[in-house]
């Protein structure tokens, strides 16, 4: 009797467990449909007008989720995704109402500027500094199509080695001659022409982003063919088609034109161009671009009084128009430009920047405020260094800001025709100022964000200060 009564208990507790196991099921199983319904609702009013084409990479999302063959071959893996920038749908970080408000802060701005312009020579905009600027434009034209067509020849060098036509030590051999012409005369051609401090430097940028391009084409279908062939020798092969070659011409050709530094053999792209965006974003670089004209222009009689004002009194005078031509010069080339250049080739990933204003610490604003080159240092130099030069990571960071301070410092020296490594010093300096940021009463706090925004208010004019002083002692009195 006991021991039927005790079997009848047993049996009722095991019941009741297994009833409030149903019910516990059904409440998880209604929460997840409640909260899978809500993602679908709000993605699919966030991404009603950025629609990626369906399709494209159905045949490798079980490849793609599946562990990668080679820690080492990781770092080529595909990190590109489709995402607007900040400034085209702000939310939490910056609102409209903010965005709005600095717009017309530039605008009036520009407004009564144009109209001391108008005061004093009867014009609202003076263009005779204009035409200075571009002297000699058809320079910079020629060296983009010179290195637009070298780049093949680093291409057909590329699909060489991949294919197994040549050892890696001739492949290495035809990389390092391609970058020797390519600086050389680009170098050559640029400084028998004089040219403008701004188009120069523009014209140094362009020969920069050929460089950092052929380099990420080769350096990455390199290696994934080097890892294809212990693959293939270690009986274990790939199955992810992100980290296989790709020798593609049309890929290539794609690649070239793309707004990005890194290669990747499979991008993601947008469904179709939308033209009124393009025809919105052209009317916004003009606006900066034309503001950044008319800031230059009055920032030009500033210099004038180097040598009757202190050191002190210029950097205040210069800090806010400095400041100005900075910012106008992001959004006109990072937004804009690159944006209008995404839409036209239906490049998804439109991350070029983040919230670098946001940014507490100089770390985090270095990997903000740059993203195409962010990504190009980290995966080509810093991760690189790592794995084939074994730096540890002091190592590998002082090796990326070495090479970054060099590649501004190259710019420097083609835009003002002379070798003062002041633009480079500084950015090595700040390898300190990485570590000072680091502090607790720094991270992640207001204070710090006033202090980075301090130290860029006084570096941008003692920078172009420096520069322009030099500019105008070497160059510039004696070509008068």
């Known amino acids: 009797m006991i021991e039927t009564e005790n079997s009848s208990k047993t049996m009722f507790q095991q019941r009741t467990k297994l009833e409030q196991k149903l019910v516990k099921k059904r409440k998880e199983d209604k929460e997840k449909n409640n909260e899978k319904v809500s993602v679908e609702s709000s993605t699919s009013k966030t991404t009603s007008t950025f629609k990626v084409k369906k399709g494209v990479f159905d045949d490798d999302k079980k490849s793609i989720g599946e562990p990668p063959h080679s820690p080492s071959l990781e770092r080529f893996s595909s990190t590109s995704k489709p995402r607007e920038s900040i400034l085209t749908t702000p939310q939490t970080d910056i609102g409209w109402g903010t965005f709005n408000y600095i717009a017309i802060c530039y605008c009036m701005a520009g407004f009564s500027m144009m109209a001391d312009t108008y005061i004093e020579k009867g014009t609202l905009v003076d263009f005779e500094l204009f035409w200075w600027l571009i002297t000699n434009w058809q320079v910079f034209v020629v060296v983009s199509i010179g290195l637009a067509v070298w780049s093949f020849f680093n291409y057909f060098c590329t699909c060489l080695v991949v294919r197994d036509k040549i050892p890696n030590s001739v492949s290495i051999f035809l990389y390092v001659f391609w970058q020797f012409i390519c600086f050389s005369l680009s170098i050559s051609y640029v400084m028998a022409h004089e040219m403008s401090p701004i188009l120069s430097g523009g014209t140094g940028l362009q020969i920069c982003v050929f460089s950092l391009k052929n380099h990420s084409y080769w350096h990455t279908n390199y290696f994934l063919a080097k890892g294809i062939k212990k693959a293939k020798a270690d009986k274990t092969p790939i199955i992810r088609k992100d980290l296989t070659p790709n020798i593609g011409f049309n890929h290539f050709l794609y690649f070239m034109i793309a707004p990005t530094l890194v290669f990747e053999t499979q991008f993601l792209r947008t469904k179709s161009i939308r033209y009124s965006y393009i025809l919105k974003e052209t009317l916004a670089a003009t606006g900066a ?39 106008l010069g992001f959004y006109g080339v990072f937004h804009c430009l690159l944006n209008i250049f995404a839409e036209v080739t239906r490049y998804a ?50 090796s990326t800001f070495l090479l970054s301070a060099l590649l501004h410092e190259f710019v420097m020296i083609i835009s003002f025709r002379f070798i003062r490594p002041i633009l480079s010093t500084t950015m090595l300096l700040q390898i300190g100022l990485v570590n000072f940021t680091q502090l607790d009463m720094l991270q992640k706090t207001r204070f710090g964000n006033v202090v980075m925004w301090i130290t860029v208010f006084v570096g941008q004019p003692l920078v172009q200060l420096l520069y322009s002083t030099q500019y105008s002692a070497l160059v510039w009195n004696n070509s008068q």
């Open 349 to 398: 990933d439109r991350e070029f920047y983040q919230d670098w204003w946001n940014a507490t610490t100089f770390d985090m604003w270095w990997r903000k405020w740059n993203r195409p080159v962010h990504k190009w240092m980290l995966r080509h130099v810093y991760r690189d260094s790592m794995h084939t030069v074994k730096l540890n990571k002091f190592g590998a960071l002082f």
């Open 289 to 327: 671009f034309l503001m950044f004209y008319i800031v230059l222009c009055k920032t030009g009689p500033i210099y004038k009084l180097i040598d009757s004002l202190p050191l002190i009194i210029l950097l205040l005078k210069l800090s806010l128009p400095s400041m100005s031509l900075w910012m």
